[in-house]
């Protein structure tokens, strides 16, 4: 009986043996010198094709969505280095230490991507090769970025993150879990270093501003007579100082198209001085008749700039009793105004671009580290970027006013962005495709402002994006980790016995509404 | 097998029977779904992402068992073999704490407080999990031979760490039943000062755990062991927690239990009926304890609730109002899901007022503070009433409260698709591939996208074309500027038609009698009926122009009744608003009459 059994099972056994060797064994690999390179193109997912890359990136793994029963990828260097690859699927995945050795071998020349593709008789097919640029210059090799679900009104999760681009390494900064699901906004680091941090905090006990400074952490209250609590900021060169801009945002919805929508009904500029602990302003950046909004300063921190626009009622239509507002005719300029840190003096104000030349709503200015280019959000209306389908990256040459728009964007919004610390590379959130996930996209910069091809954020699964549902929210590039001990951290943001309450500098003298500004429903176009 | 084995094993059994039947039949595993909606997906990215947090396994095997709840007798299998796992392991457990002889029902007492538990419709299983894996380890530990202190000590803190990893706060269960076995084992001082000290390592260690990891306080002690919700039988995870404790006391009232139960025993003994079926009569007994326990923990409206929204996603429309009607209960969202039944059944207009509607409009159209506590049913109604961008709006909002439920995902990949996003319905369809048991939502999503890609819409209504700011404070505001863009939609006429109902507006309604023929409509319903019978009432009443549609002479009749009884009762307007219920209550004249005595009712 034994032995009956023994005679069943064993060529069954044998049977699923070589069914799983020949399922998962090796894939033979064509020899490339004896094919001829179709005509036929790659299509390659992520698209990675005709790119400059970083020399300290991950590999750019990447699906080959030509149809095939198998797959080869050889990737070569000018300058020597090979990488083979067969696999049975179409996900090419780069082992990471030959991929840093061919980049790092490879650094100002080209890298070439040989790909075939096995057709179901068996023959192998090689594809037209692909050609990447390896460049010089090394990107900033950290991402700070927010994660979570496309907001409306209502958020539950959501987490600060630091990716290291180098590897595939994804760290949890904190994440709102810890502090009761309140939500977080805008992050920001002095120059692309790590040390000095501030985040903002809304909503539930930990409301208020977070500044970790070395190892200090401070919770601040910058509610004045003057201001409610701060918004976007941007810290000065000397991290003693962070400009912010206090708003009044609110949301709307549209019936059709895109949904929803943000409208800035009041703002201002104004300085925070940490070691002061003082809220301070002026009439050029916080008048009455203007929004001002989304400061940020010059390099060497002698410029402020920020967009501007009239206010709200300027912008409306219809009876006193019921004023329209007409919210797709709001567009903000670039305006730079002098600064002199030292003596915290402010200079004359001036239009570096008009919306009425450009046609278009300018926002997010963020400034080259050579003080040479402003890089700017340009949509057709409004202050909210990221919700605004025609917004698009645009540069500014501030010396000559000169400005275009680089061929790096999409259909899609492209929003948030900011420059590594060499100013070489540019990273930027782009909903291109999905139109409502964005995704941080990377893109080389030479001396003259001109762009190279975008890319997205390489992933080990090279099918990542196609099924994760969070946006990728205010990236940002960092020359190293952030070391953020998140328990001091959440003790210092519920600690409100100790918070900072800011002072307002007596030499403020003008008011406005945004102490008490009130949801604005009045002026909201519905 | 002795007598008590055999009864034991006996009552277990019509104890776990009895359990599956009313979890299958009463409770109904789908709707415990329904209510939860519990997210997993079978990726590695997704389990990974519980290994890295202390009681990440148990979450993880909670998510994935109650995906199970969608198919009914599967998700009654699954909590029955849950709780008869602890049922067994309890049974041990006392085993080795009074070796000789325990009674033969004692260990089902946590099933029993876990039954109620689970009748409450937001009872998490990873608590119940949690419990299971800490008298796994409660077996294990007082199972072992180890007689030298510093080892038992050694073996109860290698428990502790593994079980606080497994599954978090339910470790303290483990932790304070180990400690009293010290105690209860050894009956004396010295046994209780180590099990004192096994306690204080133990309670330290969730403390220990928030220093190292990025876990709060309140999440080391609490997560799967207890939480804050608006239990019907919130004593009941007490109830059970204290009894294990009590039972952790065996050997010291055992003993004078057994006396009690003796002297009990014998009187029944002496009965001659009861002396040959006295197990029987046990069993019935338990049978009986644990139906009226599950029967008074089972909360009647939530099931009302979930079973009328489960139907609804059904699209079971009858089975929706047959639920409604066995339950009448006045909340906001039964009122809303009864008039969208009562739509697609084609009898709002003639029955709004038979099924519950004493939160007028709101509840017709759902208010705004509703919608931001369970914005699901709002994007559920502006997908049905073809109102897709508010349908967007809603269904990212309840993406952010409830996570990528495969609904959330079916519904993005619907909109998405409508809306011509097609990359975005590729994410959400990808996404759904990655559920256990929902692949059929994700071939529903590709079938919808090769009809649209054929120019098939289906039962979709056409979008709008030109867009308006949604006034997300006058809902009904929103349905009229709908009405005007999209005048072939029938659910968004019959809609306004009863907005107008609420609002008391017969002008508004008689103006709108013209469009009735657009949608085939040849009687006027009922309670248009109503409203042009009171309408015809004002001074220039007569001069109607109802297009060519007739008033019932016995409706007419019928207000004539209503008027005269109303009469009678002219000062008892409480009184008259009950009495007159049964015969009137489903009249448009009994809403108008008493519309805020029947408010005041919510």
């Not at chain 1, 909503?203 to 910058?222: E, F, P």
């Not at chain 2, 001082?189 to 220093?211: D, E, N, S």
């Not at chain 2, 019959?494 to 107008?500: P, R, V």
């Amino acid at each position: 009986m034994q032995n009956n059994l023994r005679a069943v099972i064993s060529p069954i056994i044998l049977i699923c043996i070589g069914l799983c060797l020949s399922c998962t064994g090796p894939v033979e690999m064509p020899r490339l010198a004896s094919l001829t390179p179709l005509a036929d193109q790659p299509i390659l997912h992520p698209d990675y094709t005709d790119i400059t890359l970083p020399p300290n990136i991950a590999p750019l793994n990447f699906v080959i969505e030509n149809p095939g029963e198998a797959y080869f990828v050889e990737i070569s260097g000018e300058l020597g280095s090979l990488i083979r690859i067969s696999s049975r699927k179409p996900e090419i995945r780069i082992p990471l230490k030959s991929w840093k050795t061919l980049l790092e071998s490879n650094q100002g020349k080209d890298i070439r991507m040989d790909m075939c593709v096995k057709s179901k008789t068996g023959e192998w097919k090689r594809l037209t090769p692909v050609i990447n640029h390896v460049s010089e210059d090394s990107i900033d090799p950290i991402l700070v970025y927010r994660r979570l679900h496309p907001m409306y009104y209502l958020w539950q999760n959501m987490g600060l993150y630091q990716r290291n681009l180098e590897t595939f390494s994804e760290t949890t900064l904190i994440t709102n879990n810890q502090i009761e699901h309140s939500c977080f906004n805008c992050h920001t680091f002095v120059q692309n270093r790590s040390e000095t941090m501030m985040m903002h905090f809304r909503a539930g006990q930990v409301s208020g501003l977070y500044v970790k400074d070395g190892d200090r952490h401070l919770k601040i209250n910058t509610a004045t007579d003057f201001n409610k609590p701060a918004a976007y900021p941007s810290y000065h060169p000397d991290g003693k100082r962070i400009a912010f801009s206090i708003n009044n945002l609110g949301m709307f919805f549209h019936a059709t198209g895109d949904t929803r929508e943000v409208i800035d009904m009041m703002s201002d500029l104004v300085i925070y001085d940490v070691d002061k602990n003082q809220i301070t302003t002026d009439i050029q950046i916080s008048h009455p008749d203007y929004l001002e909004t989304f400061p940020a300063w010059s390099p060497d921190g002698r410029a402020l700039y920020f967009c501007r626009t009239n206010k709200l009622t300027d912008y409306t239509a219809g009876s006193d009793k019921d004023p329209q507002l007409q919210y797709n005719n709001v567009r903000y300029d670039l305006i730079r105004i002098g600064y002199n840190p030292e003596t915290g003096e402010w200079g004359k104000l001036e239009t570096v671009l008009s919306s009425g030349e450009c046609g278009q709503s300018i926002t997010i200015p963020r400034i080259s580290p050579d003080g040479h280019f402003a890089l700017v959000c340009m949509a057709d209306h409004g202050n909210f970027p990221v919700y605004v389908r025609t917004s698009d990256i645009g540069m500014v040459d501030l010396e000559t006013g000169y400005w275009w728009k680089p061929d790096i964007n999409s259909a899609q919004s492209e929003s948030y962005h900011n420059w590594s610390s060499t100013g070489r590379w540019i990273v930027f959130s782009s909903k291109r495709g999905t139109g409502q996930l964005a995704r941080p996209h990377f893109a080389h910069v030479d001396k003259n402002g001109q762009t190279g091809k975008p890319f997205v954020m390489p992933q080990e699964d090279p099918a990542f994006y196609d099924s994760f549902l969070e946006t990728y929210n205010l990236p940002e590039l960092l020359t190293g980790p952030v070391e953020l001990n998140a328990r001091e951290m959440i003790r210092t943001m519920y600690d409100n016995e100790h918070i900072v309450q800011a002072t307002l500098d007596s030499a403020v003298t003008h008011r406005n509404d945004l102490a008490e500004a009130r949801t604005g429903w009045y002026i909201l176009p519905y | 097998m002795n007598h008590r084995n055999r009864d034991r094993g006996l009552l277990t059994t019509a104890f776990l029977l009895f359990l599956f039947f009313y979890t299958r039949f009463a409770i109904q595993p789908e709707i415990i779904y329904q209510a939860q909606e519990p997210v997993f997906f079978k990726t590695a990215r997704f389990f990974v992402d519980f290994l890295g947090i202390p009681g990440g396994l148990t979450a993880y095997t909670a998510a994935c068992l109650s995906q199970f709840y969608i198919l009914p007798w599967i998700g009654a299998a699954v909590i029955t073999l849950i709780i008869g796992g602890i049922v067994s392991l309890t049974h041990l457990w006392l085993n080795r704490l009074q070796p000789e002889r325990t009674d033969v029902w004692l260990h089902l007492i946590p099933g029993l407080f876990l039954l109620m538990l689970h009748s409450h419709y937001h009872h998490p299983l990873s608590m119940t999990l949690g419990l299971l894996l800490a008298m796994a380890g409660l077996v294990l530990y007082t199972s072992i031979p180890i007689k030298n202190v510093g080892l038992r000590f050694l073996f109860y803190a290698i428990l502790c760490g593994l079980l606080f990893y497994l599954s978090i706060g339910a470790m303290l269960i483990f932790a304070v039943l180990g400690a009293l076995f010290e105690w209860t084992k050894n009956r004396s001082v010295k046994g209780a000062l180590l099990g004192l000290i096994f306690l204080c390592f133990a309670g330290t260690l969730p403390w220990i755990a928030t220093m190292l990891t990025m876990i709060t306080p309140k999440q080391a002690y609490l997560t799967h062991f207890w939480i804050a919700s608006r239990y019907p039988v919130g004593w009941a995870p007490a109830g059970l927690y204290i009894t294990l404790i009590f039972l952790a006391f065996i050997p010291f009232w055992l003993p004078l239990f057994r006396k009690l139960s003796s002297i009990i025993g014998d009187r029944i003994k002496r009965i001659p009926i009861l002396k040959k079926t006295g197990w029987i009569c046990r069993i019935i007994l338990i049978s009986l304890l644990t139906w009226a326990a599950a029967h008074y923990s089972l909360s009647r409206d939530s099931r009302t609730l979930y079973q009328a929204v489960h139907h609804t996603r059904e699209k079971n429309w009858d089975t929706v109002l047959e639920v409604i009607s066995g339950n009448p209960m006045n909340h906001i969202l039964i009122q809303h899901l009864s008039a969208r039944a009562l739509h697609h059944s084609g009898r709002l207009l003639d029955d709004l007022f038979s099924y519950p509607h004493a939160w007028g409009k709101q509840g017709l159209l759902l208010s705004y503070q509703f919608n931001y506590s369970a914005p699901k049913h709002m994007c559920d109604f502006c997908m049905d009433i073809g109102h897709l961008n508010e349908a967007e709006h809603w269904t990212y909002e309840t993406l952010t409260l409830g996570g990528e439920t495969p609904w959330i995902l079916h519904k993005l990949a619907e909109i998405n698709l409508l809306k011509g996003e097609t990359d975005m319905a590729r994410i959400c369809i990808n996404k759904l591939r990655q559920t256990l048991l929902h692949q059929a939502l994700a071939d529903d999503c590709e079938q919808l996208a090769r009809n649209l890609a054929a120019g098939r819409t289906g039962a979709y209504p056409f979008p709008i074309r030109t867009d308006f700011i949604i006034n997300k404070h006058k809902l009904e505001e929103d349905l009229q500027a709908l009405r005007e863009l999209m005048p072939q939609n029938r659910m968004v006429f019959e809609f306004n038609i009863a907005s107008l109902l609420f609002d008391k507006d017969l002008e508004g309604l008689y103006n709108q009698i013209g469009r009735l023929p657009e949608f085939g409509i040849r009687t006027l319903p009922r309670h248009w009926q109503e409203a042009m019978i009171l309408r015809m009432l004002k001074p220039d009443g007569s001069k109607l122009d109802l297009a060519g549609y007739k008033l019932n002479s016995s409706l007419i009749q019928n207000l004539q009744n209503f008027q005269q009884a109303l009469l009678l009762k002219a000062d008892k307007r409480v009184e008259a608003y009950n009495e007159l219920a049964p015969a009137y209550g489903n009249t448009y004249w009994y809403y108008l009459i008493f519309e805020e005595v029947a408010g005041n009712a919510k």
